[in-house]
């Protein structure tokens, strides 16, 4: 429903008309001329409650008519609209427990939960992205952070299924956790960081994604290292507690101090077993799963 809730409708030149979706994205671009079964779907559409702006509303060709009675027909068979959609982003350094809080909340039923593609950086036509960039970071990390940032937005773009998605991080603590991170330690030369930043601010500014709220699990980066190696990912074998304390600071400076843009955080501490999470999940799942209130700017729970 993401593309259809809110669509512009405009005429900027001569004979084309643009068809825009969410912070303005150009979805398709048609030659006018006259065809009123296309003024009626719009009406329809107004009816929705849906934005649309239609400057030109006259004047249609027949084959654009049926290419938007399709996409229009999309928004009504769905009964979500966009703001009525809650969209939770989980965050939280490499080995805090997302895909676990993911898994419970799938299991629990009623939510869309959305996994962190790290599968698909492992493996991009036979090459092993992730194993790279850690052999051999100044090398490697350009080409990680750009799959990375490319599969993050085809995850924040995908149709919802369910009132509430649950999404493993999202392209936000790509960039300002790991990006950053990476330029900061001297891995990305400062290029390849003006590059990646100049596509993450576009990216943010013409998809305008939408995240209500996001779930911080705070961790110990101590308590972390020791388990990323007694998980054994291969790849991460060699990471220094060090890497681990450089990107804790980093959540924090995001998601406690503001230092970027963030919506409402709920901030979890994930210095527990798993038993004890899973009761720490049970007593927030109101909080996690419902949309907050404009009060919540940063709640903290132990
Ligand atoms: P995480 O995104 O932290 O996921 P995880 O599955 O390790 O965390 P959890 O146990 O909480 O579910 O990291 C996945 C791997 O990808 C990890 O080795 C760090 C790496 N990574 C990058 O190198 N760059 C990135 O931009 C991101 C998001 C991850
Ligand atoms: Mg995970």
Request: charged share 25%.
């Amino acid at each position: 429903m993401s593309l259809c809730s809110k669509i512009l409708l405009s005429r900027p030149m001569r004979n084309l008309i643009t068809l825009y979706g969410p912070g303005k994205r150009i979805i398709s671009q048609l030659s006018s001329s006259s065809n009123s079964a296309l003024c009626a779907k719009l009406k329809v559409k107004v009816k929705l409650n849906s934005i649309i702006m239609c400057e030109n509303g006259k004047s249609f060709s027949s084959s654009s008519s049926s290419l938007l009675a399709g996409t229009f027909q999309k928004a009504q068979s769905s009964n979500l609209s966009r703001d009525e959609n809650l969209v939770v982003c989980v965050e939280g350094n490499i080995g805090c427990g997302k895909t676990t809080l993911l898994n419970y909340f799938e299991n629990a039923g009623g939510c869309e939960v959305m996994a962190e593609p790290v599968e698909r950086w492992r493996n991009i036509d036979g090459y092993n992205a992730l194993e790279l960039m850690y052999k051999d970071p100044n090398r490697w990390s350009m080409a990680l952070q750009t799959y990375v940032q490319l599969t993050m937005v085809q995850n924040h773009t995908k149709p919802m299924t369910h009132p509430v998605r649950l999404m493993e991080r999202s392209i936000f603590s790509a960039k300002y956790c790991f990006v950053d991170n990476l330029f900061s330690s001297g891995k990305l030369p400062e290029l390849e960081h003006i590059i990646l930043t100049e596509w993450f601010d576009w990216i943010v500014q013409t998809q305008n994604f939408k995240v209500d709220l996001i779930v911080y699990l705070r961790t110990d980066p101590k308590l972390l290292h020791e388990r990323i190696m007694s998980r054994c990912r291969e790849e991460e074998k060699s990471i220094p507690l060090e890497y681990l304390q450089c990107l804790h600071d980093l959540h924090e400076d995001w998601l406690i101090h503001k230092k970027h843009p963030c919506p409402d955080v709920l901030v979890l501490d994930a210095n527990k077993t798993l038993e004890e999470m899973e009761r720490v999940y049970e007593l927030h799942k109101h909080n996690i799963c419902k949309k907050p209130g404009n009060e919540m700017k940063t709640t903290t729970m132990s």
